[in-house]
C-alpha cells in the first residue's frame, strides 16, 4: 500500500486502502479464462507483505501471538493454514500431522493415538488432528517447529492455544478495527483430497466460515492450495466476489499435485511453462512460486538469472507471490549471508534478498519475519 493509502480513517479511506490490498484496482479487471484473453497484470503499486503462518520466525507458528507479531509489524495479510478435527471443524496447523508443531507428544493421554499414516504418498508418523475433537486439541499448547533454530519463539513454547478458523477471523478483524487499517487473510486449505477421503471435507466448511463473519464478506481473502481441484471447485461455486481471489502454490518442478498424481502426470513445472500459467489462470487469479522458482541458485548458492515466470504469469493475467523468505543465514542465498552461524538471524541479509526479488517484478511475497518485509518493501532502514 502507498502511504496515503496506509493513513487516515473513516469510510473513504477504509475503501481505498481496501482496493489497495486488492492489487491496485486496475490490475485486476478483467481476469478472466485465458480462453477468452486475459488482459496482462500491471504490477500492484507495492507489493503486499504476507505473513507466514504469522510472525513464525519469532512466535510459535498459527498462534495469537505469531498473528498479533505480524500484524504490529506491518503485513498486509495473515495465513492461517486449515485442517480439519474429527468433529469437522477448521483449525489452524501448517499439517494435520501435529507432533512437531504441539506438546501432544507429552500428554500421556493420548498416547495411544500415535500413528502411521500416508498424507499425499508419503509415510508419516505421529498425532493427527482428524483423530481429535476440538475440545480435545484445545487442551494442547503450541510449540516451535525450528527448535534451536529460533530460540526467541521457543521461548514461547506452550504459552498459546491452537486456534480456528472462525477464531482467527475475528481476531483480524478486531485489529483491524483497532489499527483502522486493512488486515487480508490468506488461509491455506490442506490436503483436501486426503480429508475429503477420510469423510471430511474442507471446501463447504469454509466457505460456511466464510459466509458466516461480516468481516470475510468484504475483506480481502486469498485462498491457497497446492492441489488444483480444490481451488476449481471454488471457483464455481464463488464466481469472481470482489474481495477474494484464488491462489495456486507452486512446489517442486518435478512433484504433482496430490489431487492429480493418482490418476495423471501434470507436474508443477509443466504448469509453469507459458501455456500453464494460461490454464491457471482459467480458476486462479494468483500463482505462487518458491522463490527459487522465480530466480534459482546457481551452484555457488548464490543467485541466477531470473527465469521468465513473472512475465510469462503477469501476461496470462496472473499476479504472482512467492514462498518464504526467512531471516535466518541457513535459508539464504549465498549473497546475503554475513558469515555468522547458520543459525544466526541475518536481518540485513533478508531485506537484501527480498529487494532482489522485488525487482523481479513480484506482486507480494510470503515472509516468517514481517517487520523485515515491511522494511524492504517499503525502503526502511529500520530492521
Known amino acids: ?173 478486531a485489529e483491524a478495527a483497532a489499527r483502522g487499517r486493512p488486515i487480508g487473510l490468506v488461509p491455506e486449505l490442506k490436503h483436501s483430497t486426503y480429508f475429503a477421503g477420510i469423510g471430511l471435507p474442507l471446501e463447504d466448511r469454509f466457505l460456511a466460515a466464510l459466509a458466516a463473519h461480516a468481516y470475510t464478506r468484504t475483506a480481502a481473502v486469498e485462498v491457497q492450495s497446492f492441489e488444483t481441484g480444490n481451488l476449481r471447485y471454488l471457483r464455481r461455486r464463488i464466481g469472481r466476489p470482489a474481495n477474494v481471489r484464488l491462489l495456486q502454490l507452486i512446489d517442486d518442478a518435478a512433484a504433482t499435485p496430490a489431487d492429480i498424481a493418482p490418476r495423471g502426470r501434470l507436474t508443477y513445472g509443466a504448469m509453469t511453462t507459458a501455456a500453464g500459467l494460461r490454464e491457471i489462470a482459467t480458476y486462479a487469479d494468483v500463482v505462487a512460486p518458491s522463490t527459487r522458482g522465480v530466480i534459482p541458485l546457481g551452484p555457488d548458492g548464490r543467485l541466477a538469472a531470473p527465469t521468465r515466470l513473472v512475465a510469462d504469469a503477469h501476461a496470462a493475467g496472473l499476479l504472482v507471490r512467492v514462498w518464504t523468505f526467512r531471516p535466518e543465514n541457513r535459508f539464504l542465498a549465498a549473497d546475503f549471508r554475513d558469515g555468522g552461524p547458520e543459525n544466526a538471524r541475518n536481518p540485513a541479509g533478508s531485506v537484501a534478498e527480498i529487494r532482489r526479488y522485488l525487482a523481479a517484478g513480484l506482486d507480494g511475497f510470503f515472509t516468517d519475519d514481517p517487520a523485515l518485509g515491511r522494511a524492504a518493501v517499503d525502503g526502511t532502514a529500520s530492521i
Open 1 to 173: 500500500m502507498d502511504e496515503g493509502e496506509q493513513a487516515g480513517g473513516g469510510r473513504t479511506g477504509g475503501a481505498t486502502r481496501r482496493a489497495a490490498l486488492l492489487g491496485g484496482g486496475a490490475a485486476l479487471i478483467g481476469m478472466a479464462a485465458a480462453a477468452r484473453g486475459a488482459a496482462p497484470v500491471a504490477p500492484a503499486r507495492k507489493p503486499l507483505v504476507f505473513a507466514h503462518r504469522g510472525c513464525s520466525a519469532l512466535r510459535p507458528e498459527h498462534t495469537l501471538g505469531a498473528y498479533a507479531k505480524a500484524i504490529a509489524d506491518g503485513a498486509d495479510f495473515i495465513e492461517p493454514d486449515l485442517v480439519a478435527t474429527k468433529d469437522g471443524v477448521l483449525i489452524a496447523r501448517h499439517e494435520n500431522n501435529i507432533a512437531e508443531t504441539t506438546d501432544v507428544a507429552g500428554r500421556v493421554g493420548f498416547a495411544a493415538r500415535r500413528t502411521t499414516k500416508t498424507i499425499d504418498g508419503t509415510e508419516q508418523t505421529g498425532w493427527f488432528t482428524e483423530d481429535f475433537t476440538l475440545a480435545e486439541l484445545k487442551t494442547l499448547r503450541a510449540i516451535e517447529r525450528l527448535g534451536p533454530v529460533r530460540p526467541e519463539s521457543r521461548g514461547y513454547d506452550g504459552q498459546f492455544q491452537l486456534l480456528t478458523f472462525d477464531e482467527i477471523v475475528d481476531f483480524t478483524a
